[in-house]
């Protein structure tokens, strides 16, 4: 199995909280769309450090085919389109458990 990691840091002039729970829906609904995603998790920073990111996803997938697919997936590209706007920084860690 393979884990997907995600941190994200958003720009200064968004409404993190906001922002935050916008992300952590779109996301949580993937799992309705993607059948190579097996199970997502996402999480909103409670930290007031400054190194600190803003929201944090874990998906799981079979293999690296069920993240491939997951990647250019129509839905998943919506997400991306959204962070693109939203986003300062992001940090990905894959790794098979």
């Not at 992300?23 to 920073?45: A, D, F, P, T």
């Not at 996803?57 to 690296?64: I, K, P, R, V, Y």
């Not at 250019?72 to 706007?85: G, T």
């Amino acid at each position: 199995m393979l884990r997907h990691i995600v941190m994200i840091k958003f720009n200064n002039n968004v409404d993190i909280s906001i922002v935050s729970k916008e992300l952590m829906v779109m996301l949580e609904e993937l799992e309705q769309y993607i059948k190579s995603l097996l199970k997502i998790e996402v999480g909103i920073n409670i930290s007031k450090k400054a190194s600190a990111y803003d929201i944090v996803l874990s998906a799981d997938f079979n293999d690296e085919k069920g993240l491939d697919e997951y990647r250019i997936h129509p839905e998943h590209v919506k997400v991306l389109d959204y962070l693109n706007v939203v986003m300062e920084k992001v940090v990905v860690v894959d790794y098979f458990i």
